[in-house]
């Protein structure tokens, strides 16, 4: 009885979203979503891209410094590591882990009175830059040790028969013959921060996603929605194509 009425009720709105969708709609918004484009770009769009590109390239600049110490212990302490300590490994590895756990939206929360301590407002393109560092930096983190770990052994066990030291081998060997994978690594992460800046702006981050709430979805206006998604997937192509080319320099 209670499946019955659940298939009913979903075949009356399957019949209702059929009922109110329509071509003709679909192509009048989209036909305005380009002819106000210019306006809105000028208007309050412009202000909120260079927003969200402050915020992406800060917390990824920021991210990174905060990650990769954390990434070179790892590499360090791990089994068949330069300096071997598992246990050490476990007790770094299970806290990076136990911060990526975390749900984005909710450590944004929880680090909004830090945002306040820092900076002195938990307001703002600023304030949302720490709480975004320190979201990504565990993200990256991982990314890095994976980058310093696919260095070829022999090479690393030829720079250690010439009397290389640690720092050395980090520094001249690993950091030089995982550039490649560094750069993808944080390429990959900035797009993921581009995401997440507009996460932030749902409570007050400022950026595109600001725009897309107040604006677009709390103001019924399809257009600026659109508007923003197409901005942010342009914005996003550019990152990975910048990154492409980057990555293939690199390798050279």
Known sequence: MGDSILNEGFLDRIKQ????????SIN???????????INFENILKTALNETLYMS???????????????????????NGLKENIVFYRILDFFINTLRAFPFLILIIV?????????????GTSAAIVPLSIGIAPYLTKMLESAFKEVDKSTIEAAKSYGATNLQIIFKIIFVESLPN??????LTLIFTIGFSALAGTIGGGGLGDIAIRYGYERFNTEIML???????????AVQIIGNLLYKLSKK
């Open 28 to 38: 009048t918004t989209l036909i305005n979503t380009f002819k106000t484009f210019p």
């Open 182 to 187: 560094i750069i993808n690594s944080i390429v």
């Open 111 to 123: 680090l909004l009175p830090l945002s306040k301590i820092i900076i002195g407002t938990s307001i």
């Open 17 to 24: 979203f059929c009922d109110e969708f329509s071509f003709e």
């Open 227 to 237: 508007q923003t998604i197409i901005i942010l997937l342009v914005l996003v192509q």
């Open 57 to 79: 390239f800060m917390a990824t600049f920021l991210g990174f410094c905060l990650a990769i110490i954390p990434a070179i212990l790892l590499t360090l302490y791990d089994k």
